[in-house]
């Protein structure tokens, strides 16, 4: 499916399929880097829920504990965002991978997406509470900044900026793309709650760790999705100039 766009094409059907090759080729990369950043912090909360199920008397204890680990996990979901995209631009740009590689690059350009997340989310929560489809604009309108600041290296406004204009008149088939994947994310969820659900509370809750556990690693394919619609829009020969440094660190 190709839709017309400011001044080139995006064919969502070539994204997807650059997104699959991608997964497949470093699947094992992705997959550790994944494994340790996404899927191990985020058993936490299913493991924590559980341990108050079977400990009623050291629920505020348990509590306390899963409280102060949000940050921590949210930051490492950044950390596996940088390293995933870093490998995901350099495997497209014809370059090789490694896990170590691209979790010294995301070290690297680790506070610049924490700063780019917080003020991408809260204009959008902004524009979401006002009136929906402002949200949903900038949603789009910025979903490439994290992207376009592993290639190219910018600063957190330079990135905002470039995603602005890499996706000026793309707004529709991005949001098209978005949805879907959260359609997918949610059908995940709610075919594992359904399989759960005669479970027992302990059960249940380990139940809910796998569940977990899968939807992160659905995440993986977002990032490599937003890593393919980045070198959709930014074009062949830009995208590839762009990863001919990033690619040298392997060498």
């Known amino acids: 499916m190709i839709i017309a766009a400011a001044n080139a094409t995006f064919d969502m059907g070539r994204v997807i399929a650059r997104t699959l090759r991608t997964i497949r080729a470093e699947m094992q990369t992705f997959g550790v880097i994944g494994g340790l950043?996404?899927?191990a912090p985020s058993l936490i909360v299913p493991m924590t829920n559980t341990l108050i199920v079977r400990s009623p008397a050291r629920h505020e204890h348990f509590a306390f504990v899963l409280t102060a680990l949000?940050?921590?996990?949210a930051l490492l979901h950044d950390l596996a965002q940088a390293a995933i995209l870093f490998g995901a631009l350099v495997h497209m740009g014809?370059?090789?991978?490694s896990v170590g590689a691209c979790l010294r690059q995301g070290l690297q350009r680790w506070w610049r997406f924490v700063g780019?997340?917080?003020?991408?989310d809260v204009v959008v929560l902004l524009g979401l509470v006002l009136l929906i489809v402002p949200g949903l604009v900038v949603a789009a309108r910025w979903s490439l900044a994290n992207a376009a600041q592993v290639a190219e290296d910018l600063g957190i406004e330079q990135s905002l900026t470039r995603s602005h204009l890499l996706t000026d008149g793309r707004v529709l088939p991005i949001l098209a793309l978005s949805f879907a994947y959260m359609l997918g994310a949610?059908?995940?969820?709610f075919a594992v709650a359904?399989?759960?659900l005669p479970l027992n509370q302990v059960a249940s809750g380990l139940a809910g760790g796998l569940a977990e556990a899968l939807l992160q690693m659905v995440n993986v394919i977002a990032f490599v999705g937003v890593a393919a619609m980045y070198k959709e829009l930014?074009?062949?020969?830009?995208a590839n100039h762009a990863v001919e440094?990033?690619?040298?660190?392997?060498?």
């Open 37 to 39: 950043l996404l899927v």
């Open 245 to 251: 440094n990033l690619a040298a660190v392997f060498d």
């Open 194 to 196: 359904s399989l759960t």
């Open 234 to 238: 930014a074009g062949e020969t830009a």
């Open 186 to 189: 949610a059908a995940l969820e």
């Open 116 to 120: 780019i997340e917080i003020i991408r």
């Open 94 to 97: 014809g370059g090789r991978t």
């Open 70 to 73: 949000v940050i921590p996990v």
